[in-house]
């Protein structure tokens, strides 16, 4: 697959792109390396596998070399999907889109192409079984690839032509400050942008002197601006332009520039005023969004005033609400001020689309900014400095009835008194201790709450201008006892599950003696498994006596009946005995030994054809991957060397040789 192009820089340095060659050099730059980098000498008397991999080695290095250096033709050229849209049209506009791809796909698909070729007769190269074989897989191999880098002839010498026309392109950065210079051929766009940048455009008295896009940088406002001289355009339809021409068209259409329109209302270049007026609108489109200025040169010769009145008029009505600047390069009359109006213009336009974006409308509509309005009905309120307010004042209705009665607004000292009491019981009867001072202490641990987190929201005390403790439910002491009552039954019905559980007879119990039973038959279990452990090690490991010792010891105190061991019922049998024994053994031993040495009979174990297939298939899928990488079998470690270091040690000579022949 196409790997990630790399990044061009800022400006797509295209500079930066290397030299492609021609097919006929290709072939030989990867040959004379394969000749210079690999084992050359290779004699018939070599074991197989040592000529193999002299034969394989060539072939991969081949392989790997136009695998690289294809890979780098195409990872260096641009993708047209991946860079400013300015670029890809204006390599649409030179090079064709269309066979600008193919020649890129055709490069890929070769690269492909060699790398499958290479996997293929490394795979073959193993199962030559002389040198001659081998040496034909590997002349095959090298024909192969070259023909098919030969048949790249046409692709890549079209892919060297567009590097050397890129490398030449100018470094249009599309997203900096720019000032871009369009109109009809020899109206003065190349000398305007000569006077004001160190740039050597060519500039003749006849048409289509620029036939590309000049690029030259200026200053304003200690920033770099650059200015883009475009060739000439004609006015007919945009299907009827040429290469020329639609370099320009691309310029107007990609880059965001200030437009600079210029006009000759003198006739020397060649274009009636009418021309130049039909030509404006008809590119007029491409001016949407743009800063535009319509810049009447040449006024040394002729100034808009001096012209007929109906010509004034046409111009005024076709430029109607867009701004006109007089000029004339030759004597550098307005020259400094149309370049700072031009930088002006662009500095505002960004400005204002920054401000209209869509990032500053959201944060606009998260930000709110409260203003106290005066209600209709105002009412004078005296506060108690004899000072008077405006505005409406709103007094909960429990605070007006304290206020009617003659009673203090705030608490009383009796009414604090009391709030401290029911704190100080409140915390006797949680059982929580109360702190000497207000400092940490935290009033809402206690809450029962079905979500913890719900005790540290904070209530208002007013929303809306009402009073919180206003809205308290009339009923909420009816459903506070009726929580209450049914806490307490269930606080009732618990204790009375828990009596039943502790009176109720329990059938599994196990009394004193019946769990000194239970250690008992776990300790005999255990003491049993060691010993058949260990009489299944007589035979032919030996066994710690303390061991043995220690296990009869324990089964004696414990009243075990213990067999006899393996030493004890020898030396109780007699020789007869030892003798049957032995012979017993040798008879069994030479048997399996006969059994052993038959050779099975093929498709043994197999239930039928159908298996017998599924095996092969099953064999044969195995042996996939190991062909795949070329292989002789599962048991083949073999790595090659790359660089032997005969070949790449010692002193080279005057013949570019490191050897002393």
């Known amino acids: 697959p196409l790997t990630t192009p790399p990044l061009f820089g800022k400006m797509y340095n295209f500079k930066k792109i290397g030299v492609v060659p021609p097919a006929k050099d290709f072939v030989d730059i990867v040959l004379s390396k394969v000749q210079r980098k690999t084992p050359t000498v290779v004699h018939k008397g070599y074991k197989i596998s040592r000529i193999r991999a002299f034969y394989t080695r060539k072939v991969k290095f081949l392989q790997s070399e136009i695998h690289d250096r294809l890979t780098k033709i195409v990872d260096e050229f641009p993708r047209l999907d991946d860079i400013h849209p300015f670029y890809a049209d204006l390599m649409n506009v030179l090079y064709d889109r269309d066979h600008y791809k193919v020649a890129l796909g055709q490069t890929n698909n070769v690269r492909h192409l060699i790398d499958g070729l290479g996997r293929d007769y490394v795979r073959l190269m193993k199962y030559g079984d002389s040198l001659y074989r081998c040496k034909q897989l590997k002349r095959a191999a090298l024909g192969r690839m070259c023909t098919l880098l030969k048949k790249l002839h046409g692709a890549l010498g079209y892919l060297e032509q567009v590097r050397q026309h890129l490398s030449r392109l100018p470094s249009i950065d599309p997203n900096t400050r720019t000032i871009l210079i369009t109109g009809f051929p020899n109206v003065g766009k190349s000398s305007f942008i000569n006077k004001l940048t160190r740039a050597d455009v060519e500039v003749q008295p006849y048409a289509f002197t620029t036939k590309s896009l000049y690029v030259g940088h200026t200053d304003y406002r200690y920033m770099t601006w650059q200015i883009i001289d475009t060739p000439g355009i004609l006015d007919h339809p945009l299907e009827d332009r040429n290469t020329i021409e639609m370099q320009a068209v691309t310029a107007l259409a990609h880059l965001r520039a200030t437009i600079l329109y210029f006009m000759d209302l003198s006739g020397e270049c060649g ?389 002393r022949r």
Request: aromatic residues 4%; proline residues 5%.
């Open 271 to 659: 274009f009636s005023i009418d021309a130049q007026l039909s030509l404006f609108n008809n590119i007029k489109p491409l001016f949407a969004g743009k800063p535009l200025l319509v810049v009447l040169n040449k006024s040394d010769l002729v100034r808009l005033e001096q012209l007929e009145p109906e010509i004034q008029q046409q111009v005024r009505d076709c430029m109607e609400g867009i701004e006109m600047v007089t000029m004339s390069v030759l004597t550098e009359q307005g020259v400094g001020d149309l370049k700072t109006k031009a930088c002006e213009m662009l500095l505002e336009h960004r400005l204002e689309k920054k401000a209209t974006k869509a990032a500053s409308n959201a944060l606009k509509a998260r930000i709110y900014v409260a203003d106290a309005g005066v209600e209709d009905e105002e009412e004078d309120i005296e506060d108690g400095n004899g000072a008077t307010s405006s505005t409406a004042a709103f007094l909960p209705e429990s605070v007006k009835e304290r206020m009617a009665k003659g009673l203090p607004v705030g608490l009383t000292d009796q009414e604090r008194s009391d709030i401290k009491e029911e704190k100080r019981a409140y915390h006797i009867t949680n059982d929580i201790q109360e702190p000497t001072s207000l400092v940490g202490l935290d009033l809402r641990a206690g809450w029962d709450l079905p979500d913890p987190r719900d005790k540290y929201i904070v209530i208002p005390e007013v929303i809306n201008g009402q009073n919180i403790a206003d809205w308290i439910d009339p009923d909420i002491e009816a459903r506070l006892q009726e929580l209450e009552e049914e806490e307490e039954r269930l606080l009732v019905e618990e204790a009375i599950e828990k009596e039943k559980w502790e009176t109720e007879e329990k059938p599994y119990e196990v009394d004193e003696r019946g769990r000194k039973c239970v250690a008992i038959i776990k300790e005999v279990n255990g003491l049993k498994k060691l010993e058949a452990a260990m009489k299944r090690g007589t035979s032919n490991a030996p066994v710690d006596p303390r061991i043995r010792a220690g296990v009869e010891k324990h089964s004696d105190r414990i009243g075990m009946k213990r067999k006899r061991s393996v030493e004890d019922v020898e030396t109780s049998r007699g020789a007869s005995v030892i003798a049957e024994k032995r012979a017993r053994t040798s008879s069994v031993v030479a048997a399996r030994t006969y059994s052993r040495s038959m050779t099975p009979k093929p498709g043994g174990g197999l239930t039928g054809p159908q298996m017998k297939e599924q095996l092969k298939t099953l064999h044969r899928k195995s042996q996939h991957q190991m062909n795949k990488q070329a292989k002789k079998g599962p048991g083949d470690r073999q790595y090659y060397n790359m660089m032997p270091k005969w070949l790449f040690s010692g002193k080279m000579k005057t013949n570019g040789k490191r050897d």
